[in-house]
């Protein structure tokens, strides 16, 4: 069975669209199982999706259950990571970190890629006063350090995880926008959008049938390689007190909180530390192994 | 020519890209949750000393009206006073804003000097296990939140190996022992001669700015790898070897050589890109820099100095891509 | 071509050029003291604006008071630059006889001039700490009458009303009534500002043991022994540096960097005092923790719920385990070592008995409320501390973190629901903190006096009434138990449940000595530090 559904999907000559289409998704899947880092992140991508998906199973204590007489504890067989400054379990809240880390993750993407679509294919195909006008709103939020504008926007707002998340996605948007834009300079010149337009279709329709959908795979990839730098700026702004704010389990919110603690008890802020490093690392080694495969000029 | 009216088309909008970055930073300024008031006059101040400073500082004026003043007297080069130091604007950013370049050159310097040849070498070992070695480390570094970087550092090399000396810029010993010059620590020493305060000052730079510098060093390494690849594959790089031309002579001076140029541009943007790391390492490092005073001042509802500060880093930032947009038209022998 | 030679060579070498090109690093000489605090909220050094802890401290370092309470026992008020000093039948006037002999930095002598000149200042400049002076009815138009100096040796000062005598004295020992040296001070002025500008960036002019030679925000102050003081420092330098973080505090300490650590944590703080190489020394601040129950919040307005809420709280859990010497339990609005205070604590954590009156309010399943507090430590922890206590009792609270001034902001705003603040007293008169915590009179926007009671929405006649007689009782003893009665009616009645008196713990090495912290922050002197 499984022979017959490879050589369905790698046959030289398809015979349904579908097919070619899913022998093309195969075959760069074929590609990207070939080099071990990238199949590295994607393992610890998927693990930590379960643990955040299944994070009541996993933690063995209540995340938010104080303990004042046990503070501060080293790693044990009781408390796998120890506590932290209130005797809460870390290994427990790492878990239930994850879900946030991963939430506001999805929460920006979702925000930021349709925006940055919608603007850089309006700028795009539209052109003239628009184009330029829409570049210029681009270019003066591309003219802020991410998390200096970030941190000016959550401080505008209120400490929080929602205002981080927005602030992410409003300095997030604009290299979508430019590479949206970029793409579709090059696809309003090509036959078939010519072929569109010529069957009456209206721009808006142009625009959201065949313009949009061919912008995605290259905003796929940059949205992988991007989750990194989010889950970044996100402990960046928790770690400045700008982000989650306790007592939620956000990794960044607590190494903010157990930095005083890095002399003596340096396991505790430096725990949610590797928390950050491995889940950013992951989505970078994902990111990088889909450029090589998916948009090779770029990379390689 | 088109690719000069191009330019200049690009240097054209930088007047309008500054004017929304004021009126963007105006804006947030202005929605803080925080009144500016409370920062000068304390929480204890009578109503009437509250309604009073709220009147000269123009707070009881429209948004507009407040924003026209504003842009006025950025145009006379006042950026005002800040409440927090109680200096001009202009005169905080010139003391901080050198810490700041300081620290990130120095960074810059060490993300080259590393990332630059490892980039090389992934790329003549491309797909053996050295790339691959090379490649995880470059995404590490840039993977790890720089602030667990910093605090990492400080416990390895300042608590528990004593290599490092502690947060700060200089040593309190040779504070005020140098004239300011150009700010920069470093350079000011060596021009008075004191090369004491040049070691102190050299000492306290190596820990944030090597922190810095790796966090910053992946995208150097794998854009030189990128281009050492393709300039490789490069006809008159397969003629040179053709010639039988050393390896090293062919790699160093012909397919190197040919990125150069692109990797100035490279190196431009990582500067950029330094400067929003800068914030974070110089809040661990007590670095009294441009991100330092930032962050306090944001935190104080201080919107001269928020406003003075951003705007600076932005007129860097675009200096920045201007030059590196520059340096691509006119060097680039791709776009020529 | 770059070998893997050269590259593992380039590494090996590192660590060795750096330990050849940095020597171990130098112990702080003899003849200077660096200590670590943090150093953000100095805002000006003009004592007549300043109204900040560390800047406060410094100026009690550099400049004199009139008359100040004593060290031992701070209901004894003694004089400094004055030496004595006598008030009218009528209680309206007062007149100072200035000790002579005393100099400026400047080496300009101390006349009742200065003293006149200084008094005048608060009260035209107007700023934030004006109204201790103020509020014995001094205006810009009648202060030059009001406040004389008829010779080099006398000030005379006269008051709109008679009140407690002490309470003047009291104000004028705050850091607003420190003597400026006019000379000096008028020669850099800048048009009527009245050297405002000048001692603002860091300028002194005072008769104290230290001259402040340069203030750089948020980085250091370096202060020089003042050659012409009366009781010269034991040490010629003092540098502070703005060390926020504790564990750089203690790094510094441990390496020699720094002599004394002033704000380490608990944590910290327990380890050193095991240590015998270092030294802790212990003082009871003015700052008392609070949390203020917004009145104008329908549930939070129930007698019975304020009641609740202070029942619910594990008060010395909190003290024990997250602030041990740090912070004490401490449940009235007098800090300890004021005049009058009430040590009872009534309060302890009964989760029954706060449940009982939440049944008895209507609300046996609870409520939810959202409690607004700062996010430096330990409060945070405190926070989330209170957080888990009311959730026992069966209160939902929502915790709103934010930076101390946007809290503040808020509670100006009367915006909040709780809101965990802390309030330190500005001078040593218990009236400080009787008139915060009771005195409103006006519960309405056009109040001009936001005192905390005005910020919780709370007015409470009979305690305002007892607070504004208390003020004018001429007798110390009856006055002492009149507040001590305010404190216990006060400890039912009012929506503040009183959690905390702050404890300052100075670490040092053994061989540095001498420090001395004050309840108030402009009292903690440093010239008798020394270093063996």
């Known amino acids: 069975m499984n022979a017959i559904t490879r050589d369905w999907l790698l046959a030289e000559t398809p015979a349904s669209r579908s097919q070619a289409a899913w022998g093309r998704r195969y075959r760069l899947w074929l590609q990207l199982r070939r080099n071990p880092l990238t199949m590295a992140g994607l393992l610890v991508v998927v693990l930590l999706i379960l643990m955040a998906l299944f994070a009541p199973l996993l933690a063995t204590y209540d995340p938010g259950a104080q303990d004042l007489a046990n503070r501060l504890q080293k790693p044990s067989a009781e408390h796998w990571l120890g506590t932290d400054e209130l005797g809460r379990d870390v290994w427990s809240r790492l878990v239930y970190g994850g879900r946030i880390t991963l939430g506001m993750v999805v929460a920006v993407v979702l925000m930021v890629a349709p925006v940055g679509l919608a603007v850089g294919c309006i700028a795009g195909y539209a052109g003239g006063v628009w184009d330029r006008l829409l570049m210029r709103v681009t270019d003066i939020f591309l003219a802020f350090p991410r998390l200096i504008l970030a941190l000016a926007f959550v401080a505008a707002l209120k400490p929080g995880v929602t205002s981080a998340v927005a602030a992410i996605a409003l300095t997030a948007w604009p290299p979508y926008a430019r590479l949206a834009r970029a793409e579709t300079l090059a696809l309003r010149r090509t036959d078939f959008i010519a072929a569109a337009r010529l069957t009456g279709a209206s721009p808006a329709r142009i625009v959201l049938r065949h313009v949009a959908p061919l912008c995605v795979p290259s905003l796929v990839v940059r949205v992988t390689l991007d989750m990194s730098s989010i889950i970044l700026t996100a402990a960046g702004l928790g770690f400045l007190g700008m982000g989650a704010q306790p007592p939620s389990p956000e990794w960044g919110a607590m190494i903010a909180t157990a930095r005083r603690f890095i002399l003596e008890q340096w396991w505790v802020p430096v725990i949610p530390g590797i928390a950050i490093f491995v889940a950013s690392l992951a989505f970078n080694l994902l990111g990088d192994g889909l450029r090589d495969v998916l948009d090779p000029k770029q990379g390689s | 020519m088109r690719r000069w009216r191009s330019f200049a088309a690009t240097a054209a909008s930088v007047p309008i890209t500054l004017f929304g970055l004021v009126l963007l930073t105006f804006l947030i300024g202005r929605v803080v949750p925080l009144d500016p008031v409370l920062a000068i006059v304390g929480d204890r101040a009578p109503q009437d000393v509250v309604e009073r400073t709220r009147i000269e500082l123009g707070l009881d004026k429209s948004l507009p009206e407040q924003f026209v003043r504003y842009v006025g007297q950025l145009a006379t080069g006042d950026l005002g006073r800040s409440v927090m130091t109680s200096n001009t604007v202009a005169a905080d950013i010139a003391r901080f804003f050198p810490a700041t370049l300081e620290l990130s050159i120095a960074a810059l310097l060490i993300a080259g000097l590393l990332g630059v040849p490892l980039g090389v070498y992934a790329a003549v070992r491309q797909g053996s296990w050295i790339d691959q070695a090379i490649r995880v480390v470059c995404l590490s570094g840039h993977s790890i939140p720089i602030f667990v970087l910093a605090l990492i550092a400080l416990l390895v090399f300042y608590a528990t190996l004593q290599w490092a000396p502690g947060p700060g810029r200089q040593g309190i010993m040779f504070d005020g022992m140098v004239p300011q010059v150009t700010g920069l620590l470093l350079v000011d020493a060596a021009l008075a001669g004191e090369w004491d305060a040049f070691r102190d000052a050299l000492r306290q730079l190596a820990l944030p700015a090597l922190v810095l510098g790796l966090s910053n060093m992946a995208y150097i390494a794998r854009m030189t790898r990128a281009f050492m690849l393709e300039s490789l594959s490069g006809e008159f790089v397969v003629t040179a070897r053709a010639k039988g031309l050393s390896a090293g002579a062919v790699i160093w001076r012909h397919a190197f050589g040919n990125i150069l140029v692109r990797l100035v541009t490279v190196l431009a943007l990582t500067f950029a890109g330094l400067l929003e790391g800068a914030v974070l390492t110089e809040t661990i490092f007590s670095w009294p820099g441009l991100g330092q005073y930032l962050t306090g001042s944001l935190l104080n509802a201080d919107m001269n100095a928020v406003l003075g500060a951003t705007l600076v880093v932005g007129l860097t930032y675009v200096a920045l891509n201007l030059f590196a947009d520059l340096m691509y038209r006119v060097l680039d022998p791709r776009t020529r | ?532």
Request: a neutral charge.
């Open chain 3, 1 to 532: 071509m770059l070998t893997r030679r050269l590259l593992l060579g380039a590494a090996g070498a590192g660590p060795l050029i750096w330990t050849q090109a940095f020597p171990a690093l130098a112990q702080t000489p003899r003849d200077v003291v660096v200590m670590g605090i943090a150093i953000d909220d100095i805002v000006s050094l003009d004592p007549q604006e300043s109204f900040e802890f560390m800047g406060g401290e410094i100026l009690g370092n550099c400049y004199d008071r009139l008359v100040l309470p004593t060290f031992e026992d701070p209901t004894k008020i003694e004089g400094v630059l004055a030496e004595s000093w006598q008030t009218s039948e009528d209680g309206l006037t007062t007149t100072f006889r200035i000790r002579p002999g005393r100099k400026f930095a400047s080496g300009n002598p101390v006349t009742a001039e200065d003293a006149a000149f200084t008094l005048h200042r608060a009260v035209i400049l107007n700023k934030a700490p004006a109204f201790i002076i103020r509020q014995f009815g001094f205006t810009k138009e009648n202060v030059a009458e009001r406040v004389t100096a008829p010779d080099a040796n006398t000030l005379v000062i006269r008051i709109a009303e008679a009140g407690s005598p002490s309470f003047l004295l009291y104000c004028l020992s705050a850091a607003v009534g420190m003597v400026l040296d006019k000379k000096a001070v008028m020669a850099k002025a800048q048009g009527d500002d009245l050297g405002n500008a000048w001692l603002k960036a860091g300028n002194t002019a005072g008769s104290g043991q230290w001259q402040v030679r340069q203030w750089r925000a948020s980085e250091n102050v370096t202060m020089d022994a003042n050659p012409n003081s009366a009781n010269p420092p034991k040490t010629k330098r003092l540098i502070i540096l703005h060390r926020p973080d504790p564990s750089a505090q203690l790094l510094g300490l441990q390496r020699g960097d720094i002599d004394i650590a002033r704000t380490l944590s608990p944590d910290q703080l327990a380890t050193l005092g095991k240590d015998p190489a270092y030294t802790l020394l212990s003082q009871s601040k003015s700052y008392i923790n609070y949390i203020a129950l917004n009145q104008n919040h329908p549930e939070l307005a129930k007698p019975q719920v304020r009641q609740a809420i202070k029942w619910a709280v594990d008060y010395d859990g909190i003290t024990k385990s997250i602030t041990p010497s740090t912070y004490n339990t401490h449940q009235a609005f007098l800090p300890k070592g004021f005049p009058g205070v009430l040590t009872d604590q009534p309060f302890s954590k009964d989760v029954a008995r706060a449940k009982a009156l939440l049944a008895e309010a209507g609300l046996p399943n609870g409520f939810e409320i959202a409690l607004d507090h700062t996010t430096n430590a330990p409060f945070n922890d405190v926070a989330q501390a209170i957080q888990a206590n009311l959730a026992e009792a069966g209160i939902k609270v929502t915790l709103v973190a934010g930076e101390q001034r946007q809290v503040i902001t808020k509670t100006r705003a009367r915006q909040h629901q709780m809101a965990m603040l802390r309030w330190g007293s500005d001078y040593m008169d218990p009236n400080s903190n009787a008139e915060t915590f009771c005195v409103n009179t006006d519960n309405s926007e056009a109040n001009q006096n936001r005192t905390l009671a005005w910020r919780s929405s709370w007015k409470d006649d009979d305690l305002t009434k007892r607070a504004i007689e208390a003020l004018k009782e001429r007798d110390a003893e009856r006055r002492v138990a009149m507040y001590e009665r305010m404190q216990k009616d006060h400890q039912e009645r009012s929506p503040f449940v009183i959690l905390m008196q702050q404890v300052e713990v100075a670490a040092m090495k053994k061989t540095t000595t001498g420090l001395q912290l004050g309840l108030l922050s402009d009292r903690s002197l440093y010239g008798g530090i020394s270093k063996a």
